[in-house]
């Protein structure tokens, strides 16, 4: 009960027990003063009509006629003449009839006032004629005081109500400050931290507020401090002192992810370029081999760098280039005309070996990693070819098979979906599942890396994607629980999908769907990335983050668009502990849940749960 009601109830019983004191207290008084007044009258009658028989002699015809007179000019209930003896020599009465339409039983009840009479001894000098008492008659005394009663009801109860709403505006005036107090708290609890700018009045209330607003301040301030400190460990963590290019650290956490089957970019080439740095180091110098790495650096930025390329100078002497969803012939262009660049920077034909090597369907980071050594050394011994390419022998489909392969799959929809546990680790329970999705085409079943890089090559990514959202929200059996989908990249940041999407969700809205943003999308593409989220919260729809590996340049996003939950792979929670310590503040204050992915089987859920992650993705 708010407090405003508790006022008003406490102060509506207050009113009725003065409500109550005040009508018995002043109708007691009003009682007895009546009564009295109706004693007096009567005795006054009585003493009249003593001296009117005793005037008009001393008959009982004379007496009866004054007793007639008198009664029937009177308001008597009845009037009795008695002898010396007691006896009732002559008696008048009329019958009460007081209508219980005009004052109710229970009045007369609670009145309930006794005969009023008088008497009075007549006598003709010493002799006594007898005895006349008089009853006056009650019928106009409780007409009289229910006309009271009934006013003073009747205007206590309007001032009590005219007192009632000066009270809720004064107290509504006085107590107006807490529900801005309480507004402020409700966002603070939902993680919506305002600052009141208005501070109340009232002491108590003003000292409240300053203390709510100096919490919102200190809680602002440490997350101010969080996302610096997570900005500076990027810098420190993740990029080369020299070159500024993503160090071994990066490369390793990003190409992770980039393996993994569900990811677009699982399938393409690496270019690693490897420097003599001795030779380069006594041909010009350190200071000038620093220049060289600059331009170096810049030249790799200008020629491969884009949304989904990586690159990484991997240690003192070893640049890699990971280019996802590219042709053979395309790489190979790509790598003579960087070579050519790179030759007008220096002549460094004979202290650069280059090799070029082909990944796909990798098992984990570690055979690709030994797949890169690899390229390197060979280049390393074939130092007759400017380029060395590894050659990989594997059977493809042609483009104009895949064409017809994605385009009759959407037209008689063979796409399956796949749905995949998320395991809360507190309850050991599932708290929701992930989908992904393959396809089952002429009883030929292709997994997603499959066929992914074909799809981004026809540019059929987007209409895959809006043909399985569809689906999703159109499956009420499977979608009563709540489940996910991954969005890629690819598709935020291309906004001719953004009026596709709108119209699949106006038709489907309140579903319980969560859409998976990866981080690179908010790195990359944040005003594209807002626009969605804000469609998806529109429509009752939750965003949650994946692939996360702590590579933005600000994560105040967190705290404006608060996420349901960050999805990260296993190999980041061990690699870049710091890391995940500090993003545990944001995350924890925020509500935002952790879940790790690409976590082995083996692996105690105890030691994950110790580092604060809230749920795992079986694989």
């Known amino acids: ?35 009295k007044s109706l004693y007096e009258n009567v005795q006054n009658s009585v003493t009249n009509l003593s001296l009117s028989i005793t005037n008009s002699g001393t008959e009982i015809s004379s007496i009866k006629t004054v007793i007639n007179a008198s009664f029937d000019n009177g308001n008597y209930e009845k ?28 009045f007369i009840n609670l009145v309930n006032i006794e005969e009023v009479s008088a008497k009075s ?37 309007i001032s009590f109500i005219v007192l009632l709403i000066i009270l809720s505006y004064l107290f509504n005036f006085m107590l107006n400050p807490l529900k801005t107090i309480k507004k402020q708290a409700e966002s603070v609890m939902k993680n919506e931290f305002i600052l009141e700018e208005k501070v109340p009045f009232t002491s108590e209330f003003k000292s409240l507020t300053l203390n709510i607003n100096s919490m919102i301040i200190k809680f602002e301030n440490m997350l101010e401090n969080t996302n610096n400190v997570l900005k500076q460990n990027k810098e420190l963590l993740y990029f080369d002192e020299i070159t500024k290019l993503n160090n071994r650290k990066y490369f390793m956490l990003k190409a992770n992810d980039y393996l993994d089957k569900n990811n ?41 760098e884009n949304n989904s390329n990586l690159i990484a100078r991997m240690n003192g ?8 969803n590219i042709d053979e012939n395309r790489v190979k262009s790509l790598a003579n005309i960087f070579l050519d660049e790179v030759y007008k920077i220096e002549n460094l034909e004979d202290k650069i070996n280059f090799g070029i090597c082909k990944y796909a369907n990798e098992e984990d ?57 998320i395991i809360d680790l507190k309850s050991k329970k599932v708290s929701f599942k992930t989908i992904d999705f393959e396809l089952n085409y002429q009883n030929d079943k292709l997994s997603y890396q499959s066929f992914m890089a074909s799809v981004l090559q026809l540019n059929k990514l987007n209409d895959i994607y809006l043909h399985i959202i569809n689906k999703i929200l159109k499956i ?36 319980n769907l969560i859409f998976e943003i990866e981080e690179e999308s908010l790195n990359k593409s944040f005003s594209n990335t807002l626009m969605y989220i804000k469609l998806f919260k529109e429509f009752n729809f939750e965003f949650a983050v994946y692939n996360f590996i702590a590579n933005s340049d600000d994560y105040s996003y967190l705290k404006e668009l608060k996420p349901l939950y960050i999805k990260m792979s296993n190999y980041f929670l061990t690699e870049s502990i710091q890391s995940l310590n500090i993003l545990k503040i944001l995350t924890q204050s925020l509500d935002i849940k952790l879940i790790a992915t690409l976590v082995d089987e083996n692996i105690d859920f105890s030691q994950l749960e110790e580092l604060g992650i809230n749920a795992v993705a079986k694989s």
């Open 79 to 106: 009037i009795i003449f008695k002898d010396v003896d007691d006896n009732i020599v002559y008696e008048l009465k009329k019958e009460t009839n007081i209508e219980e339409d005009k004052i109710p039983k229970w």
């Open 317 to 324: 002497s070893e640049f890699v280039i990971l280019i996802p």
């Open 476 to 511: 009420k059996t499977n979608i009563d629980e709540k489940v996910s989908i991954q969005i890629p990249h690819f598709f935020v940041e291309d906004l001719n999908n953004y009026l596709y999407l709108k119209e699949i969700l106006e038709k489907n809205r309140g579903k």
């Open 264 to 304: 677009p970019n699982n399938k393409g080439f690496i270019l690693a370029l490897s420097l003599q740095m001795d030779s380069i180091n006594k041909t010009f110098g350190y200071i000038h081999t620093n220049e060289i790495l600059h331009k170096l650096a810049t030249l790799f930025k200008n020629s491969f």
């Open 365 to 421: 980071l570690k055979n690709l990693l030994i797949k890169i050594d690899y390229v390197i050394s060979q280049s390393k011994l074939h130092t007759e070819k400017e380029v060395y390419f590894l050659n990989n022998v594997e059977k493809y489909k042609a483009k104009e098979e895949w064409i017809k392969i994605i385009n009759s799959s959407l037209k008689e929809d063979n796409f399956v979906l796949i749905y995949k546990d």
């Open 121 to 157: 001894t007549i006598s003709n000098g010493w002799n006594v004629l007898g005895i006349l008492e008089i009853y006056n008659d009650r019928t106009l005394f409780f007409e009289q005081t229910y006309e009271i009663f009934k006013n003073l009801v009747f205007s206590l109860l």
């Open 1 to 35: 009960m708010s407090l405003f009601k508790q006022v008003s109830a406490v102060l509506l019983f207050i009113f009725t027990i003065l409500f109550v004191l005040i009508i018995a207290v002043t109708f007691g008084i009003i009682k007895d003063s009546a009564e």
